[in-house]
């Protein structure tokens, strides 16, 4: 009986391995910024059509939740999180080896104003924050990225103080805001222009003005326990390629690598007046069905107006 079950776990032992090879998957888990989900997701779609024999499997947060996670689990393969700040903190614990901020950086968000449907508040620019009675969404820095931009924002315009005494949200992600904009919570809020995008048949859009508008640098790195090393360096490359730049910037981000930033990371000049028009256009085109909806007017944001406007029009 022993000498029987000795051979079978001898076959077993032998087979294993080849099962693995013939039919089991590289299962990538890449952390990445809950705001990223939507281009990430669609990069994904394209990476594993290519690579059948390979599954990204996201974690997505919000990005002050990543650095205990990775720090307790010592797992993942890739890390975007979404703000430059969370990826250097872990590059500073040993997490990250091969980080260039030179190269590494795919795509860049842009903060931009949203308000509910119609603007009831009459928000126009970023000091009507601190006017009494507005209601404020915040973005909680410690779990959130976006929360750090409203603070260095609202300091930076000497109102922060006021628009602390305003807020009625303290979000953990961004979704948070972008809901609390869509369902009439708050009066306004700060988002990433790729979560703008999301929201544009209940939301209005205003751009800010230069010295207050922040470009957020992306940066996208390997992380040094990877169980799929060079597989996660392939997909690294991917998402640095011109190819996934324009996906990314389907989904409303800046691409463009020459915007002129302040020491703080505001913006210096007009370089993301184009996409911000856009941007603004294609609210506009989502809740106007008579609004022409060309790369003139919304530039490469044509995908997702029509998608919103199927949805308007099933009433979904």
Not at 227 to 237: G, P, S, T, V
Request: glycine share 6%; net charge neutral.
């Amino acid at each position: 009986m022993m000498q029987k079950i000795s051979v079978l776990l001898g076959i077993l032992i032998l087979c294993a391995p080849i099962t693995a090879l013939s039919g089991d998957q590289k299962a990538l888990l890449f952390h990445a910024g809950v705001g990223q989900r939507s281009s990430l997701n669609e990069i994904k779609a394209v990476w594993e059509e290519r690579h059948p024999d390979q599954k990204v499997n996201f974690s997505y947060k919000g990005s002050g939740y990543f650095i205990a996670d990775i720090t307790r689990s010592r797992q993942g393969d890739l890390f975007m999180p979404g703000e430059e700040f969370y990826l250097l903190q872990a590059k500073e614990r040993g997490f990250v080896e091969n980080y260039n901020p030179e190269t590494d950086i795919p795509a860049y968000f842009v903060t931009v104003i949203i308000t509910p449907k119609g603007n009831p508040a009459n928000i126009t620019k970023i000091e009507d924050f601190a006017r009494p009675g507005v209601r404020v969404g915040l973005g909680n820095p410690k779990s959130c990225a976006v929360g750090i931009w409203h603070e260095k924002t609202f300091k930076k315009a000497g109102i922060w103080e006021q628009v602390q005494k305003n807020a009625v949200l303290s979000a953990k992600c961004i979704p948070e805001l972008g809901n609390a904009a869509q369902h009439r919570a708050i009066d306004a809020t700060i988002v990433w222009s790729t979560t703008a995008v999301l929201y544009l048949r209940d939301v209005e859009i205003i751009p800010i003005e230069h010295q207050y508008r922040g470009i957020i640098r992306l940066p996208v790195a390997t992380l040094k326990f990877a169980r799929f090393n060079e597989e996660a360096e392939q997909l690294k490359a991917f998402i640095l390629s011109p190819e996934a730049r324009r996906i990314f910037h389907k989904h409303a981000y800046s691409v463009d690598p020459r915007i002129p930033v302040d020491e703080q990371s505001f913006c210096l000049d007009g370089t993301t007046d184009r996409d911000m028009g856009h941007l603004v256009n294609a609210a506009r085109a989502v809740k106007d069905e008579s609004f022409p909806v060309t790369a003139e007017t919304v530039g490469d944001l044509i995908d997702e107006v029509e998608r919103q406007r199927k949805t308007l029009r099933a009433g979904t």
